[in-house]
């Protein structure tokens, strides 16, 4: 577990009655009647579930590691209305089972404040009526599942990532723009992501032009027949929903039997510096030329976030390897601290939740954030990025995806302000 708080000396019954003697009350809001779970005057502490180990580590156990940098560097400059941002991190190996155990010890055990950034579309669903009964905030949803974004079901989720559908559509509008005859096809991961991207993708092309659609589990250790069977159905374009291990696995077992069609691959499983360290420094430049994928996040290479991001990186997450999944998990940071902010000098869960909702957070993506009170989605537009000559920077084409049509838009990057800390 990353970033565990030292144990709360108030939670021995001795412990109470010397606080309750001198007035004290350790876990509640300056000035308020109420206790308020995990904050206290000087701290707010949250909690989530990430894949440390497991099948989805590689890439996304960066994720993590990079929030608790930039809550280190806010805490470093006087923290959200003076208070520090606690992050408490539990392992739950891309496990189901294993992700219920790690966030019933958060709201149990830790009485964290919230939920943000719990990874994982099957890790996730199985927490979510769970945090919603608990009434905990359940932030910023690491998947873009649809799932999260149903205000009137789950008032206290919001997702972050653009939605599957949305990458999907995008990704198959300029597959079609750039050749309106190339055959396209589909591997997906088994579960809300491969079917999300399956259904943008129809979206643009109809579900009968898909030549040819394949799946697979997170469990599996080889591609091999998914691969071998989108070769022997002419696939020229073949759109990913797959995390990181796979779409290495999937590349790397075409070029294997010496296939090369082209790639376009959902922002989960796209990041370059990631897929490097699977296929090798020196063959990914090779495999990955031209790689197309959809992003809404500041770019890595080069811009004011970038620099800030990279300075964090090497100054409280010791220097690690920065990838895109730094980038994802600053913004995310980053996102919550906007929020904490607007939640007010006396945070409760309602006014946290309140603040989301009011449509007065901006982000640091390169397209308006959607939230509202009827609207718990983060990005509704994308934009196209891809790989050349081992750099993945965005081309200019952004779309927006709403009610089954796709758009296109011009970018609107969130400029830097008040050195990356909101409220300062």
Known sequence: MIGLRTPNPFKNAAA????????????????????????????????????????????????????????????????????DIEYLVKDDAYDPAATQTAVRELVTEEDVFAVVNGLGTPTHSSVLDYLDQQGVPDLFVSSGSLTWNQPNVYDNTF??????????????????????????????????????IIEGVETVVGSNEIAEVQNYSVSAEDLTAQIGAMM????????????????????????????????????????????????????????????????????????????????????????????????????????FAEALAAAGEDPTRESLVAAVESGDLVGNGIVPLSFSGDDHAAYRAVGVTTVNEGVQDYIGTTYEVSAGQVTSVEPSPVPLENEGIPGS
């Not at 350790?26 to 949250?46: K, M, N, R």
């Not at 894949?51 to 400059?77: D, H």
């Not at 559908?165 to 991961?189: F, H, K, N, S, W």
Request: charged letters at 15%; proline letters at 5%.
């Open 16 to 83: 109470l009655a010397a606080a309750a003697a001198l007035g004290l009350a350790a876990c509640s809001t300056p000035g308020g009647d109420e206790d308020v779970p995990g904050v206290t005057d000087d701290t707010v502490t949250i909690g989530t579930h990430q894949p440390l180990t497991g099948p989805a580590a590689a890439g996304y156990s960066a994720i993590s590691a990079a929030t608790t940098a930039y809550f280190e560097y806010v805490n470093a400059n006087g923290g959200i209305h003076g208070r």
């Open 159 to 196: 997702a972050f990532n653009a939605d599957y559908v949305t990458e999907g559509a995008a990704l198959a509008q300029y597959a079609v723009e750039q050749d309106p005859e190339a055959v396209i096809c589909v591997l997906g991961q088994d579960d809300d992501y491969g079917e999300g």
């Open 232 to 335: 022997a159905a002419g696939c020229q374009v073949n759109v990913l929903g797959t995390i990181n291990g796979f779409t290495a696995m999937a590349v790397g077992t075409a070029a294997q039997m010496e296939w090369f069609p082209k790639w376009y691959v959902s922002s989960s499983g796209a990041d370059y510096p990631t897929l490097a360290g699977y296929l090798g420094e020196d063959l990914a430049p090779v495999l990955l030329q031209g790689m197309v994928s959809v992003n809404y996040l500041p770019s890595s290479a080069g811009g004011e976030w970038d620099a800030l991001f990279r300075q964090i990186n090497d100054e409280y997450n010791d220097g690690a390897p920065y990838t895109g999944n730094t980038i994802f998990g600053m913004s995310v940071g980053y996102l």
